[in-house]
């Protein structure tokens, strides 16, 4: 009878500290996917200000080029402005006009390096976004499948309202920021 107790009590034992485990498994990884979450969003946030400052070193390599024509310089000084205040889709169409009025620039070294960078720039605030958009997905999946879902409903886990990204370009505007039109 002792041996049967014993082997109960050691069953029952094995079985608290695999729940245990699992539980405390599960709390990590929910952790971590957090953890993935704010640095995606981290990275976003970091490429949006080099994209600032990208756009700004662009507006001083026109400026530069077109020092004495005031309608420039009055054009420049609203699209910085514009990307002051976040607006850069608008102040790269003010760019845009400035470019196409005068075609020499283009051949500009500096806005050559400027436009180049701003379209890394582009790419991996695409890819971030991406990322990020991936990571929010994992994360809504594990949280919302068995036995995850179980598990921290009981340990009392407050679900993240993670929102998806929804960011559209419109190519009219980067073909014509980029000397397409």
């Known amino acids: ?44 946030s970091k490429e949006e200000q080099r994209r600032v ?6 507006v001083d390599s026109i400026e530069s080029y077109n020092k004495y024509e005031q309608s420039t310089l009055d054009k420049i000084v609203q699209a910085r402005s514009q990307s002051s205040k976040g607006n850069i889709e608008a102040a790269e169409k003010t760019i845009s006009v400035i470019v196409e009025q005068y075609p020499d620039l283009k051949s500009q070294k500096n806005y050559q390096t400027a436009m180049r960078e701003f379209s890394i720039t582009e790419n991996r605030l695409a890819e971030y976004r991406g990322n990020y958009n991936a990571m929010v997905k994992t994360y809504n999946r594990y949280i919302r499948r068995f036995p995850a879902s179980f598990i921290l409903s009981i340990i009392g886990y407050d679900k993240q309202d993670y929102k998806y990204l929804d960011f559209k370009v419109d190519n009219s505007q980067a073909t014509d920021l980029f000397g397409g039109k």
């Open 1 to 44: 009878m002792k041996k049967l107790i014993w082997i109960w009590s050691g069953v029952v034992f094995g079985l608290l500290v695999l729940l245990l485990v699992i539980g405390i498994t599960t709390n990590n990884r929910v952790i971590g996917l957090e953890e993935e979450i704010s640095n995606s969003k981290s990275n976003i």
């Open 53 to 58: 400052d990208l756009f700004h070193n662009l």
